[in-house]
Structures are given as C-alpha cells and as structure tokens.
C-alpha cells in the first residue's frame, strides 16, 4: 500500500485547526472546513477511491467539484447541516458530514439535486435524498408525500436466518445480530438501541371470539389495531400516565354484558353459535384482561361498533379518549410512513414514547397494526483516505400481536408504504 503510506505522509504536516482525526491529520472536524480541504485535495480522494475500488467496479474520474450544497440531516432530534459535493460532468456525488463522516457517495452520475428547487435540501440513512417545497414533500423523483398510496406491497423479499420459521417482508425477525449478519453481512455493528418495558399479550389472549379451522386451530378477532394501541399506552402507562390503573389490574369482562352488538352477531340468546366454524371461549366470562384494556375495548365498541379491522383513526382516537379518561392529553398524529421519518421514530422511543405503526400489504403480516416500543441502530464503516464511509440499518422492536416475546420490523429494507401513530403528549 505504497500509495497509502504516501497519502498519510502527506496529510501528516498538513495543518487546518486543532482537532485530531485518528492522529494522522490536524484539521476541524466540521463539514465545511473539510469540504474545502477535500477540494482543494481532490486528486488525493480520487487516488483513495480507486486504490479501494474492486475489480468490478468503474474507475472513478474527477477534476473539480462543480457545485456545494448544504443538506440538512436529522441527528438525535437536532437538524445538522452536511454539505453535497456535486462532482464536475456526471462523475458524481459526495454528502459530507461532521466528524469525516461520509453519509453517500456515487462516482458517476448528476446530484440527486439536479434540476430542484426546493425551500430546504434534506437527506436521511434510512430513506436518502429528499427536499420541501412551499410546505410539501417529495422525493427525489418529484413524488409528492402528502398524496401516498398505501397499497403498495414490500414485494419478493425471502426468508433471512433470524426471522421466524416460513416468514418472509421485513417483519418476524427474533434475533437481530443473526439476520443483520445474514441479510447485510458481517461488518455491520450495532451502534445504539432501547427497549421500553412492556407485557406483551397475543390478539388472542385478548379476544372473546374464534374461528375455528378444519384443523381445529382457533383464531382470534383480527382486533390487531386494538391490541397495538393498548401496547403502546401500556409502555406510557408505566412511564408517565401513573394515573392510570396498575400495569397488573385484572377485570372480568363479559361480552354477553359490555357488546351485546357484537356478540349478537355470533350467538344466539343461549349462548349457542350461529355460525359452525365459530367459538367461544369455555366460560362465558373472560378473566385476568388488564383493566386498561378493557377500557380501550370499551370504547371502540361503543363508539365504532366493532372489535377488529380498524383504521388508523380508529387507533388514535381511542388513546387519545382513554389518554383523556385520566387527565391525560395526547395527539396521537397519524403520519404517512416516510423512510426519512425513521429519525423521528428513535427520538421518540429514546422520549419513552412508544409508536403505532400500521403496516400495509407486508409479506410478513398483511395489513397489520403492531406497536413500537424500541429500536436497534446498525452501522456499517468502511475507511477510505481519511474518511469513514457510513451506511446505516434501523430495526424496530415491535409488539406484533402473535407472539409475547420481542420481535423486530427491518425498516430499512421495508416498500411497504404505511402510516405511523407518533404520540406527541402535551
């Protein structure tokens, strides 16, 4: 690595403010003075980037940066600058960060930028570049945010180790580092996480009524947006609604009595059902439901008429009813699932605020509500000159309604379009 040893010969006396880089190099860590310096050195990266490339990759040609940009990035809750170096012609890209910290590099093609005129310029890991415009947001692809359709499917993904057996989509992932490593290699590592404390219950646990399948398996009410928004508030109930009945608090719950409506459908004033392929559990009344779940059941029987297949405002407003119940004031805003969101979503766990997220069409669950209450962070770096190529990987820890143990949803990866329920408390 003749031309490596040369490199940090070089950089070695090179001076340009008091902040050390891995010791080869005294230059401020702050993107704009770096930009300068990588542009006034610009021969110097290419050499880097050439030396690194394999045999299979383009040879990387360059002469002049063309045009900066600052882009805007969110970085633990606080918006950061970056600056895009747009390369001359169309021999790439570069987003430069703090910290020598590369975030995206291309060697061929225009600025994702090219072309756009936008209020700000902004970039996150998770979903790229994006930019607003008169209060709007889009993609890259001129895509208009405001006007998603939530009908698209995540589409042909196949089953990685560390998902659960036949599963395949983003979702039922039970041991993160196993699917990381098998899904994106070994040289990711995580680099942060959280966990809110929450009792998972399955939908069936806390349904009244089954199908029954030819095999004799029984099946739950499909009440998965219930379900998610009783987790969620659970993770808040222990945090900061202590007002709230005890996480333990028990109640009998009888159908017969609290959803006449419901239970009518079902069986007749005997108790028999209507239908064969219907069930009921062997004692008319449900025992051991947490009291705060049966509040929650309550009210969206009431006031929606049904148990199961809800939408997303159905979610929400239940936990703000309940939240309000007790003293509590909460807007559970329901947003489209952008992949640049993804940011928001970590801030909010490490908030102990738990998320609703409804999945659309995922291979994994169908449409589906599941609750969020922690994330993994993954980080994969890869050294070239005195830089660090970073990519980043974000799973969340989700409560799916399936199983009472942790499983994780690869937001990263996910096409599912879909919404999210952040509670913003007040």
């Keep these: 690595m003749v031309i490596a040893n040369l490199l940090v010969s070089f950089l070695s006396i090179l001076t340009f403010g008091s902040v050390q880089n891995s010791g080869k190099i005294n230059l401020k860590s702050d993107c704009k003075t770096i930009a300068t310096f990588l542009e006034t050195n610009l021969n110097l990266f290419v050499q880097a980037v050439n030396e690194e490339r394999s045999e299979n990759d383009d040879i990387f040609y360059c002469d002049s940066i063309e045009n900066k940009q600052t882009v805007y990035i969110e970085d633990n809750g606080a918006i950061k600058e ?46 790229g570049f994006y930019y607003e415009f008169n209060g709007q947001v889009y993609d890259i692809t001129g895509h208009n945010y405001n006007s998603i359709d939530l009908s698209l499917a995540s589409g042909g993904r196949q089953h990685y180790d560390g998902q659960a057996s036949g599963m395949h989509g983003c979702g039922g992932i039970e041991s993160p580092a196993t699917y990381i490593n098998n899904c994106y290699g070994n040289s990711y590592n995580l680099v942060s996480s959280k966990s809110l ?3 998972r219950f399955t939908q069936n646990t806390l349904s009244c009524y089954f199908m029954v399948s030819e095999s004799g398996s029984y099946t739950g009410e499909g009440n998965c947006g219930l379900v998610a928004g009783y987790h969620a508030m659970q993770c808040l109930q222990r945090t900061k609604w202590q007002n709230m ?14 959803e006449p409506n ?49 939408i997303v405002n159905q979610v929400s407003a239940t936990i703000e009813h309940i939240a309000s119940d007790y003293g509590y004031s909460v807007d559970a805003r329901e947003d489209p699932l952008y992949k640049f969101s993804l940011d928001k979503g970590i801030n909010e766990i490490n908030n102990d605020e738990p998320l609703v997220f409804y999945v659309s069409n995922d291979e994994t669950y169908g449409a589906h509500f599941v609750a969020v209450n922690g994330y993994k962070k993954y980080q994969e770096r890869k050294r070239v000159w005195i830089f660090d190529v970073v990519n980043t990987v974000i799973l969340y820890e989700i409560v799916d309604g399936q199983s009472n143990y942790a499983r994780y949803y690869d937001m990263s990866a996910t096409a599912s379009l879909g919404m999210l329920i952040f509670m913003d408390l007040k």
Excluded at 245 to 258: E, F, G, K, Q, W
Aim: glycine share 6%; with cysteine; hydrophobic share 30%.
């Design 82 to 127: 970056t600056i895009l170096l747009d390369f001359d012609g169309s021999n790439g890209y570069l987003l430069l960060a703090d910290n020598f910290e590369i975030l995206a590099f291309s060697s061929h093609g225009k600025s994702p930028f090219d072309g756009v005129t936008a209020d700000r310029y902004k970039y996150s890991p998770y979903g």
């Design 197 to 199: 404390s929450v009792t």
């Design 245 to 258: 009945p005890s996480i333990s608090a028990r109640c009998l719950y009888d159908p017969y009595i609290y």
């Design 262 to 310: 419901e239970y009518f459908k079902r069986f007749d004033i005997t108790g028999r059902p209507l239908y064969e392929n219907v069930a009921k559990q062997d004692n008319e009344i449900l025992e051991n439901w947490p009291t705060l779940y049966k509040e929650a059941r309550m009210y969206a029987v009431n006031n929606y008429n049904r148990c199961n297949d809800f």
